[in-house]
């Protein structure tokens, strides 16, 4: 896991995980950490008859930081493809530095692909703790051991195949 919030012109919140990102990035925000937030959300998702793009729209709107806020709709399903589409919305946006909020398995992975898909802008990272996700004791429970193995999957097949494409 790394965690190391860095003071930055926009924080990125992944796509994934719907209360501990968006809730570490609000934090982070009110720390002086950013400017704005802009929050990835599957484009083509629902959830009943709502979209996702819609409800992260709604919960947006309801925030007193609303007007610090946006929503990236992303179609990518992987970390790199999402990193594709993030580019675009955060072109919209000024400033290079880019703190990226993702759960706390995942930050390593993540940091490591943003920085090599996306040049000219630098980036930071911070953790959202989730207990029902993942601990620091893995092994001591079943869903945290499965996600261990998950993320280990996924980093090493980041590391020797998706790197080099």
Same mark, same amino acid.
């Given at each position: 896991?790394?965690?190391?919030?860095?003071? *930055? %012109?926009?924080?990125?919140?992944?796509?994934?995980?719907?209360?501990?990102?968006?809730?570490?990035?609000?934090?982070?925000?009110?720390?002086?950490?950013?400017?704005?937030? =802009?929050?990835? =959300?599957?484009? /083509?998702?629902?959830?009943?008859?709502?979209?996702?793009?819609?409800?992260? $729209? !709604?919960?947006?709107? %309801?925030?007193?930081?609303?007007?610090?806020?946006?929503?990236?709709?992303? +179609?990518? @399903?992987?970390?790199?493809?999402?990193?594709?589409? /993030?580019? !675009?919305?955060?072109?919209? $946006? *000024?400033?290079?530095?880019?703190?990226?909020?993702? *759960? +706390?398995?995942?930050?390593?992975? /993540? @940091?490591?692909?943003?920085?090599?898909?996306?040049?000219? !802008? *630098?980036?930071?990272? /911070?953790?959202?703790?989730?207990?029902? $996700?993942?601990?620091?004791?893995?092994?001591?429970?079943?869903?945290?051991?499965?996600?261990?193995?998950?993320?280990?999957?996924?980093?090493?097949?980041?590391?020797?195949?998706?790197?080099?494409?």
């Amino acid at each position: 896991m790394v965690d190391d919030p860095q003071p *930055s %012109d926009v924080i990125l919140v992944l796509a994934g995980e719907t209360n501990y990102r968006p809730a570490r990035a609000l934090e982070l925000l009110s720390r002086g950490y950013g400017r704005r937030i =802009v929050i990835d =959300v599957p484009a /083509a998702s629902t959830i009943y008859e709502f979209t996702q793009v819609d409800l992260a $729209e !709604k919960y947006i709107h %309801d925030l007193p930081q609303s007007a610090t806020m946006s929503v990236c709709p992303i +179609d990518g @399903l992987s970390t790199r493809d999402e990193s594709h589409d /993030a580019e !675009k919305c955060l072109a919209r $946006e *000024s400033g290079n530095r880019i703190l990226i909020v993702t *759960s +706390d398995f995942h930050t390593r992975r /993540a @940091l490591g692909i943003f920085q090599h898909e996306i040049r000219g !802008k *630098s980036f930071a990272i /911070a953790a959202a703790h989730d207990d029902a $996700e993942f601990g620091t004791r893995w092994w001591s429970r079943r869903e945290w051991a499965k996600t261990c193995l998950y993320e280990w999957m996924r980093l090493t097949w980041w590391n020797v195949i998706d790197r080099w494409r």
